[in-house]
């Protein structure tokens, strides 16, 4: 089983947002696939339960820690033995024992950052956590950044968070735009990639290098592979472009 671990201490940095994205991806790729959600909050358990029916299924775990602080492992964290592909949307705050686990339990670490001043620092101290109480250093994950939520390129705090991105030995996958179809998404269930197709070709690209750093763990079951899609895509769109134009 391959386990994708989304996390970032701080608040609303787009854990669930990736981790739902990445879900609804590989089990539309046929992969048996399960989320477990360490948010109280339960954020994505009440996306998969808004998920339509007719979509691939997606396990769903809840990991939470029950109220009055007693943690972990009750039925409802159960997965199933065959699950192929496993993420894991971890609760804000993750630390200590959780995070040493959490680390330990994983193949993959995904975090995502926000392009705010108050965000950066908050990543940078997590990023502390992961390797001095993770363990992250002599854990067998991979460990890599997306800035999430851009709004604007051009912007002091993109500057900023692009900085602090690079100057971390770690790699920086992509950055994510502020855009409503990540909205339009969470509200139906969904994943972008499930979505239409020329509508989220912006979302699609840029989620397109993390499925990329993940690939290689990916046997190639069904003869298409992420980056294929993306030339379908471009393809796509090109011929759209042509029609649309009536060019020749
Ligand atoms: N790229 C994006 N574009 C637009 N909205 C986004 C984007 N990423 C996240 N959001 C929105 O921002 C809010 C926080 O995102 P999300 O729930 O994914 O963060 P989180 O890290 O899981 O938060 P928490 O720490 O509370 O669990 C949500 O309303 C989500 O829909
Ligand atoms: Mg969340």
């Known amino acids: 089983m391959l386990t994708i671990l989304v996390i970032n201490s701080k608040g609303g940095s ?30 994505s358990l009440h996306w998969l339960k808004t998920r ?14 029950a109220k009055g602080g007693v943690t972990l492992h009750s039925k409802t964290s159960w997965i199933p033995t065959d699950t192929e592909v496993l993420v894991i949307d971890a609760s804000a705050g993750a630390g200590g024992l959780l995070l040493k686990e959490l680390v330990r339990r994983s193949n993959y670490i995904l975090i995502p950052v926000a392009p705010s001043p108050i965000d950066i620092h908050a990543t940078a101290d997590f990023i502390k956590d992961l390797y001095l109480i993770g363990g992250a250093l002599t854990a067998k994950a991979k460990i890599a950044v997306a800035a999430n939520r ?13 900085r602090f991105l690079n100057s971390l030995k770690l790699p920086f996958l992509t950055s994510i735009s502020d855009s409503e179809i990540y909205l339009q998404a969470v509200e139906q269930g969904l994943g972008v990639f499930e979505m239409d197709e020329f509508s989220t070709s912006t979302e699609r690209r840029e989620l397109m290098p993390i ?8 046997p190639n079951r069904y003869g298409v592979r992420a980056e294929d899609k993306l030339i379908n895509l471009e393809s796509s769109k090109k011929y759209a472009a042509y029609r649309v134009g009536g060019g020749s």
């Not at 854990?15 to 590989?26: G, I, P, R, V």
């Not at 851009?150 to 692009?162: F, G, K």
């Not at 499925?211 to 990916?218: C, H, K, P, Q």
């Open 14 to 43: 787009g854990k669930t947002t990736l981790a739902t994205n990445l879900a609804s991806y590989y089990a539309g790729k046929k992969y048996r696939t399960a989320i477990m959600d360490y948010d109280p909050q339960g954020s």
């Open 52 to 65: 339509p029916a007719d979509r691939d299924s997606i396990h769903g775990a809840n990991a939470a820690p």
């Open 150 to 162: 851009v709004r604007n390129r051009n912007a002091t705090a993109y500057a900023t968070l692009e």
């Open 211 to 218: 499925l990329r750093w993940l690939e290689g763990s990916f």
